[in-house]
């Protein structure tokens, strides 16, 4: 059994959840999440827990059992707490604008990256440099933040571009100029 699986996932008490034909649904003061649960994996719900069983002890399941049970923890802390990416943008002239579910970029291309957010995103620009992501959908935060980062990832050499707030750039030396 997955030692992660094996854990319970506490329910607030402003969260509800309902679990029918392998589709979860979280409420909760944030908002509303809804999956599809593999087949292999079972949940149940009982005194303010859900329980993760995985239907057999092949090597698959013990790896979907930890996975849909981190899954299924991350939506009760998305519709209660919520998540947050911060991103932080370097370079002379590279700056981010923020108009409604719009990002706008200028980072050193001839002309400006539009992005639009995906639904239940939002994103507040500080300083013009640094972006903040939330939302409740952890899956979807990522996966903007890495869209977002990937309009001008971090070069190695001066450390220009978008990078994650927490991202270390290892930088390399120039070219040598003596002969």
Do not use: C, W
Not at 87 to 103: C, M, P, Q
Not at 135 to 145: N, P
Request: charge should be positive; charged fraction near 30%; glycine fraction near 10%.
């Amino acid at each position: 059994m997955s030692r992660i699986g094996k854990m319970p996932v506490p329910i607030p008490e402003s969260v509800e959840v309902n679990y029918k034909d392998h589709n979860i649904t979280v409420k909760g003061k944030n908002g509303k999440l809804s999956r599809a649960i593999h087949p292999a994996v079972d949940l149940k719900i009982e005194d303010d827990k859900i329980i993760v069983t995985p239907g057999n002890s092949s090597n698959k399941v013990k790896a979907l059992h930890g996975l849909t049970r981190t899954l299924v923890a991350n939506m009760v802390a998305g519709v209660t707490r919520g998540f947050e990416r911060v991103l932080e943008i370097n370079g002379v002239g590279y700056r981010a604008d923020s108009k409604g579910d719009t990002l706008t970029f200028n980072i050193g291309y001839s002309h400006p990256v539009v992005y639009k957010l995906p639904e239940g995103i939002n994103a507040t620009v500080e300083k013009q440099t640094k972006i903040i992501l939330s939302g409740i959908d952890k899956e979807l935060l990522g996966l903007t933040a890495a869209k977002v980062r990937s309009f001008r990832k971090p070069e190695p050499y001066k450390g220009k571009g978008i990078k994650y707030a927490e991202e270390r750039i290892r930088k390399k030396a120039g070219k040598s100029g003596a002969k």
